[in-house]
C-alpha cells in the first residue's frame, strides 16, 4: 500500500514538474509562418518613414473615451490606436499570435493553462512597467465590467497565479471534459488596463478624461463629437519590435466625425480627409469622379480579394411572434427582389451572400457530407430534411417574380396568414401583418424601402425608420426592434464568438449579436463543436456545419458582398503592396516625403 502512495505521489511530482517549451509565439491550428527570428510581417513596409498626419472621417459620434463599458460609445478604433494586447495577431495567418506585452509563452499540451513572460521593458505611458499584477486587474476588471462576449469567455479560467513580476499564469476550467483550446490564445489578446491609474476609480463611469494606456498613441486633443486627435508617443516602448515593424507611422491621427456619409464624402472631396474606403459599388461608380481624381491628386484602386467577407442582411427579430415560424421567414425572403436592388443601386457589382462564411473554405456547400455529415446525423429528427437532402439557394428574379410571390403566398397561408381587403391578416386573430425595419443611417434605406415595397404586394405594411446612432444602439442592445439591418464579420478560424452570436444563452443576453435570437440545441452543440476543434479539418467540418443549420433556419435575408475593395486616397500618403488579403491596415500607411 505504502509503495503505491509513494508511487502515486512520485507521479504526481514529475507532472508538476514538467516545464512546458517556451514558445515566442501560437497559432490556433497548425504551425506558425513566421519563425522565431523574423523581423516583420509580409504586409507592411519595414522602412516606412514616420512622421505627417493622417485624417480620417468617420460617420457617428462619441462621448466616452473608455471603449470596454456599454454605456457611452467610445471613438471607433481607440482600441487600437492605444491598448495593448499581450500577443499581436499576424495580419496573414487564420489565428496565429507572436509576442508583443508578454516576450515568450508556455503552453500545457492539453493547453489546460498558460504562462506569459512579461518583455521586462514593456511599459505604461507614465513609465511605471506593466507587472503580471496588471494582467490580473485587467482580467479581474472586464470579467466583472466587460461586455457579454468577455464574461462569458473568461469565465472559463479557473483561476491566475502570479508567479512573478513578469510571469503570470492562467489555468483553466474543463467544459464538459475537455479544455478549450481556443482559450489561451483569447487571453493572449485581452487587452492591458493599468491598476494603479483605475486604482479607487469606478470603471464604469463615462467620462472624456484619456485613459492611461501602453500603446504607440497618446490622446492630444479632445472636441466632443466632433474630433479627436492621437499623438504618436516618441517614448513608446514596443516600436522595434518584429510585430511592430512598419506599422503606427504618422505623428499625428486626426479623425473628424459627420453626421452622416454625404457629408463625410464631402470633406474628402476638399481634402480635409486624406483616405477613404468605399462600401458601395453604386457610389463607386458614380461618384468618384471629382477634379482632383481626374488630375491624379486622389487615386482609386480597386483590389480584387479572396478574403473573407462576413453576412450582411436584414435580421428578424424571432422573439417576435411574428417572425417565430421559419415559414414566415422563408416567405419573406422569397419576396424580396435581390436582382433589382443590386442592378439598379449597386450596378450589379455585388455578388449575392449564400452562406455566413461566403468566399472562404468554411462556406456550407452542396450537400453535407464526410466529417460534416457526421457532426449533423445525431441531429436529423431535429433538422429540416433539406438540410440533408436539398443545397441551400436563394431566390433569383431573372425571370419576375410571380413564381417566388406564390411560393411567398403559400408558406404564408401555411403558417396561417391570408389575404383579407388587400392586407396579409392572422387566420386566428384577424391581426394585420405589420411590422417595422429599424435603421441608424439614412444610407441604408436605399436597401430596405426596395424591401418595404416588395412585401407590399403580399399585403404586408412595412414601416422603415432612421433613428440616431445612440437611440439605435440602445434598442440593439436591448433586442428591442422587429427586424434591423446588420453585419457579422469573422475571421478565418472562428471560435467562442460564434457562442457569442448564436447561442440560446446569447439569446437572452443583452449586449451579445445573437440578434435574431436563435434558440437551438443544435446550433449551441455546433458551437461547441467548433470550440473543440483540434485541427483544422475539424474546425472546417464544424463551422459548415453551422453555417448550413443558420442558412436553413431563414434568421436572416441576405444581401451582397464585393468581391473587390475600393479605396480612394490623396497623394499625400502612401501604402504597402496590395494583395488578395485586400485593403492592408490604416496603421501600415506612411505619409510621402
Known amino acids: 500500500m505504502k509503495t503505491l502512495q509513494f508511487f502515486l505521489l512520485y507521479s504526481l511530482f514529475l507532472i508538476s514538474s514538467v516545464r512546458a517549451e517556451v514558445q515566442y509565439g501560437i497559432a490556433m491550428h497548425g504551425d506558425l509562418k513566421y519563425s522565431a527570428n523574423f523581423t516583420h510581417f509580409d504586409t507592411v513596409n519595414p522602412e516606412a518613414p514616420k512622421g505627417g ?6 460617420v457617428g459620434t462619441y462621448d466616452t473615451l473608455n471603449p470596454f463599458i456599454l454605456k457611452g460609445t467610445a471613438p471607433l478604433g481607440i482600441r487600437d490606436i492605444m491598448f495593448e494586447s499581450l500577443m499581436k495577431k499576424s495580419p496573414d495567418e487564420p489565428f496565429s499570435l507572436y509576442g508583443l506585452v508578454a516576450e515568450s509563452l ?14 521586462p521593458k514593456a511599459k505604461w505611458q ?32 479557473e483561476k491566475t497565479e502570479v508567479l512573478n513580476d513578469h510571469k503570470i499564469k492562467f489555468i483553466f476550467k474543463k467544459i464538459e471534459g475537455e479544455y478549450d483550446a481556443e482559450i489561451p490564445l483569447i487571453m493572449g489578446l485581452m487587452l492591458l488596463i493599468p491598476e494603479h491609474f483605475f486604482k479607487d476609480k469606478d470603471f464604469e463611469k463615462t467620462g472624456l478624461t484619456p485613459l492611461l ?52 464624402f464631402e470633406a474628402f472631396k476638399a481634402g480635409d480627409v486624406y483616405s477613404r474606403e468605399e462600401s458601395d459599388p453604386g457610389k463607386w461608380a458614380q461618384i468618384y469622379n471629382f477634379p482632383a481624381i481626374q488630375t491624379g491628386l486622389v487615386k482609386k484602386v480597386e483590389i480584387p480579394h479572396k478574403h473573407q467577407v462576413g453576412m450582411q442582411a436584414f435580421v428578424f427579430n424571432t422573439r417576435r411572434e411574428l417572425f417565430s415560424d421559419p415559414r414566415v421567414r422563408r416567405a419573406l425572403t422569397y ?48 433538422l429540416l430534411k433539406e438540410v440533408f437532402e436539398s443545397e441551400y439557394i436563394l431566390p433569383t428574379f431573372e425571370k ?46 436605399k436597401k430596405a424601402l426596395p424591401l418595404a415595397r416588395n412585401l407590399k404586394q403580399l399585403g404586408i405594411d412595412v414601416s422603415v425608420r432612421t433613428i440616431d446612432a445612440a437611440q439605435y444602439e440602445n434598442r440593439r442592445v436591448d433586442m428591442n426592434f422587429d427586424m434591423i439591418f446588420h453585419f457579422w464579420g469573422h475571421t478565418l478560424s472562428p471560435g467562442n464568438e460564434q457562442s457569442f452570436y448564436w447561442s440560446s444563452k446569447a439569446a437572452d443576453e443583452p449586449g451579445t449579436r445573437n440578434y435574431p435570437g436563435v434558440k437551438s440545441p443544435v446550433v449551441d452543440a455546433l458551437c461547441k463543436a467548433i470550440t473543440k476543434a483540434r485541427t483544422r479539418e475539424d474546425l472546417v467540418a464544424a463551422v459548415r456545419a453551422l453555417d448550413r443549420v443558420l442558412l436553413w433556419g431563414y434568421y436572416v435575408i441576405p444581401l451582397g ?29 506612411w505619409a510621402k516625403g
Open 335 to 382: 419576396a424580396f427582389n435581390y436582382d433589382w436592388l443590386n442592378k439598379n443601386m449597386f450596378h450589379g457589382a455585388l455578388t449575392r451572400t449564400t452562406s455566413f462564411f461566403d468566399n472562404t473554405d468554411l462556406a456550407a456547400k452542396g450537400l453535407p457530407e464526410g466529417q460534416e455529415l457526421a457532426l449533423l446525423e445525431p441531429f436529423r429528427d431535429q
Open 400 to 445: 419576375g417574380n410571380r413564381e417566388n410571390l406564390k411560393i411567398a403566398q403559400e408558406l404564408l397561408r401555411e403558417s396561417g396568414w391570408i389575404i383579407k381587403n388587400g392586407k396579409l391578416v392572422n387566420e386566428k386573430s384577424g391581426k394585420p401583418f405589420a411590422f417595422e425595419i429599424l435603421l441608424n443611417v439614412p444610407e441604408n434605406e
Open 106 to 119: 508556455e503552453i500545457a499540451p492539453d493547453r489546460s493553462w498558460i504562462i506569459f513572460n512579461l518583455n
Open 126 to 157: 507614465d513609465g511605471m512597467p506593466v507587472t503580471a499584477r496588471d494582467v490580473v486587474f485587467s482580467y479581474k476588471t472586464f470579467l466583472e465590467h466587460g461586455n457579454p462576449n468577455q464574461q462569458m469567455t473568461y469565465k472559463k479560467v
Open 53 to 58: 498626419e493622417l485624417k480620417l472621417a468617420i
Open 213 to 264: 494606456t501602453s500603446g504607440p498613441y497618446k490622446v492630444a486633443k479632445v472636441e466632443p463629437g466632433r474630433s479627436i486627435t492621437y499623438l504618436r508617443d516618441p517614448n513608446y516602448w514596443a516600436k522595434d519590435l518584429p510585430v511592430n515593424k512598419g506599422y503606427y507611422n504618422f505623428e499625428t491621427l486626426r479623425f473628424d466625425f459627420y453626421k452622416n456619409a454625404a457629408v463625410a
Open 561 to 589: 458582398h464585393r468581391t473587390k475593395d475600393y479605396a480612394a486616397y490623396w497623394n499625400k500618403i502612401q501604402h504597402p503592396p496590395l494583395g488578395v488579403l485586400g485593403l492592408p491596415s490604416i496603421h501600415t500607411f
